[in-house]
């Protein structure tokens, strides 16, 4: 499918958390034990894979969304927003609490903090396997992990949809969940997440090796990763790394470097030398080589920074990521080189931060000129 064509695009199945979010923004952070008061305050839906299923929604996708809301208004409220955006809830569990997340949005620094109380965890008892015979791409956010991980297996033995998975944090079963995926996005801080803990629980560490555990954070991920064909780590304001294993018509005649983390270094501080403030960012690319214990690894990395914001247009940060993530998902359903769907990705996310909330900033397909990319 191409983004300007009409044929019909694969159905998808998001798995994930829904949330209701109380976003408050306040002139700088509080200090301990103060008082200070809002310049504005928001009832928003959010949740990760609510987020990322707008964001696809928008874009013309058809969507389905596996999760858990409680028998509540929050829950009600949370349906009736996934409505409006045509994306169908009727697999949707609703019993138990809502997941809710007071969100602090400091406009000194631009920053969010999200304080959240989870909702209940999704049970494969109560999900409908059924739905996994109307979708044919599945997207899932990192929650609800031991329901993911049966589903994934399932998929698995039938050979059917393939997984694009998010890492933003380290939770249970999530390492059993990697290998399934044929798509992953991790957090800028995932990576390093992931190395301190198995540097210290050997026993979690499956075929790694010490040597392994010795070359850093990102040589780790890419092997627990293996079974993907890139993975992206997103990075905020400093933009985002693609990293794949080179295939052999990657012959261009670029730099190479010998560790993962030199190689984004170096296209980071040259991308830093050029014009700032042009919108549009340019993807560059380099090469990754070495050897360890007598097994070679080959790499082509690909770094883009963010889309160029003036501080007064930078409204809310919240959703960014998801938004860009989606986008990452629709490329792929679209068959966009990597380069366009980094660029893509990174308009989308700076467009989203904007305005106020997770998804009131999400453009829809319409107010797209995909030529620009």
């Not at 408050?24 to 839906?45: A, C, M, N, W």
């Not at 045509?86 to 007071?102: C, E, L, R």
Request: charged share 20%.
């Amino acid at each position: 499918m191409d983004a300007g064509t009409s044929s019909r695009p694969p159905i998808v199945l998001g798995i994930g958390v829904l949330t209701q979010d109380l976003i408050g923004s306040v002139p700088s952070f509080p200090q301990p034990d103060s008082k200070i008061r809002t310049t504005s305050l928001v009832y928003s839906q959010g949740g990760n894979i609510g987020n990322e299923l707008t964001c696809l929604a928008r874009l013309g996708i058809e969507c389905f969304v596996l999760s858990k809301v409680g028998k509540d208004s929050f829950g009600e409220g949370i349906i009736q927003s996934l409505a409006t955006e045509k994306i169908n809830s009727s697999y949707v569990v609703a019993h138990g609490n809502t997941s809710f997340s007071y969100i602090i949005l400091d406009a000194s620094t631009k920053t969010r903090t999200i304080i959240n109380t989870p909702g209940d965890d999704l049970a494969l008892k109560e999900i409908n396997l059924e739905i996994l015979d109307k979708v044919q791409f599945i997207v899932m956010d990192g929650r609800h992990t031991q329901a993911s991980l049966q589903i994934a297996q399932i998929t698995q033995k039938q050979g059917k949809q393939p997984i694009f998975l998010e890492l933003e944090r380290l939770r249970p079963n999530i390492l059993q969940l990697i290998p399934f995926a044929s798509y992953i996005l991790t957090s800028s801080n995932f990576p390093d997440e992931v190395f301190q803990f198995l540097s210290y629980n050997v026993s979690e560490r499956g075929e790694l090796s010490e040597i392994d555990i010795e070359k850093g954070p990102l040589h780790v991920l890419m092997k627990l990763c293996r079974n993907s064909n890139w993975i992206v780590v997103t990075k905020g304001s400093l933009g985002s790394v693609l990293i794949k294993k080179t295939e052999d018509d990657d012959n261009d005649r670029l730099p190479v470097f010998s560790s993962i983390e030199e190689c984004i270094e170096k296209l980071s501080s040259l991308q830093q030398h050029q014009n700032n403030e042009q919108r549009l960012p340019q993807v560059s690319k380099a090469f990754v080589k070495y050897s360890l214990s007598s097994e070679k690894y080959e790499f082509s990395v690909f770094y883009c920074p963010a889309y160029f914001m003036k501080e007064p247009e930078i409204v809310d940060t919240v959703g960014a990521g998801d938004c860009f993530l989606g986008c990452c998902v629709f490329s792929v359903l679209s068959i966009f080189t990597i380069d366009k769907m980094l660029r893509f990705a990174s308009f989308m996310a700076a467009e989203k931060c904007k305005k106020m909330g997770a998804r009131d900033g999400i453009l829809h397909k319409h107010n797209i000129d995909f030529n620009v990319f």
